[in-house]
């Protein structure tokens, strides 16, 4: 069954740094684009950044543009998220799927919590 598992979250200060990372299966990994979410409490889930089949373009949401960076690694079905210069309004759970959600399943996701 196609399984998406979550991890490198954590507590960091403003400012502060975190690789968030995926391990995808059951599915072709490298047939999929892949992208980050997060859900903020309360709030709806939004696309975060976008990486294509074989990693050649990518594409973020405003809000982290220049901060974040995606990419992926067919070889492992692994897709990473480098979030650097964090800010509190960057707190969620953060979740890796194919770009359309192809399967209908989530991860458990991956806790960032972003305070002084």
């Known amino acids: 069954q196609v399984q998406f598992v979550e991890s490198g979250g954590g507590l960091v200060q403003p400012g502060g740094s975190l690789r968030l990372s995926c391990a995808a299966s059951g599915f072709v990994f490298n047939s999929y684009a892949m992208s980050w979410f997060r859900q903020a409490l309360g709030k709806d889930r939004e696309l975060v950044a976008t990486?294509?089949?074989?990693?050649?373009?990518?594409n973020y949401v405003d809000s982290v543009k220049g901060r974040f960076t995606i990419s992926r690694d067919n070889a492992k079905n692994r897709v990473y998220l480098q979030a650097n210069s964090l800010k509190p309004e960057d707190t969620a759970v953060y979740y890796c799927?194919?770009?359309?959600?192809?399967?209908?399943?989530w991860g458990q996701g991956t806790q960032v919590t972003v305070s002084s």
């Open positions: 799927n194919t770009r359309w959600r192809d399967f209908g399943s």
């Open positions: 990486i294509t089949s074989a990693g050649g373009s990518t």
